[in-house]
């Protein structure tokens, strides 16, 4: 296990060296900013839905799903980031008690 963390920590500095060692006409690049604005939104997303619907080695949609749709709801209303937060959790919560 700590030789797992020591190499994923080495693998993850040496990808950030990689990023400031690239020339800086690379990195003005239209294309490349393109890619780079679009990556975090895409990344969290993927995070978000896996962390929902995996369940070991498949798919579940259970009390997790409520609380995610709960969120959007919430997120497409404007509400404040705390309120989105908090709505999600409690539909999750409530969700959970019922079933």
């Known amino acids: 296990m700590?030789?797992?963390?020591l190499l994923a920590s080495a693998g993850c500095f040496l990808v950030k060296l990689l990023g400031y060692s690239l020339p800086g006409a690379w990195l003005r690049n239209r294309?490349?900013?393109?890619?780079?604005?679009l990556l975090p939104p895409g990344l969290?997303?993927?995070l978000i839905l896996t962390g929902t619907f995996a369940t070991g080695g498949g798919l579940a949609v259970d009390a997790r799903a409520a609380?995610?749709?709960a969120a959007v709801a919430a997120q497409l209303a404007r509400?404040?980031?705390i309120v989105v937060v908090v709505a999600g959790a409690?539909?999750?919560?409530?969700v959970r008690a019922l079933g």
Do not use: K, M, N, Y
């Open 31 to 37: 294309r490349v900013q393109a890619v780079a604005e």
């Open 90 to 94: 409690a539909v999750t919560a409530a």
């Open 67 to 69: 609380g995610l749709a």
């Open 2 to 5: 700590t030789t797992a963390i």
């Open 79 to 81: 509400a404040p980031f």
């Open 44 to 46: 969290l997303a993927t």
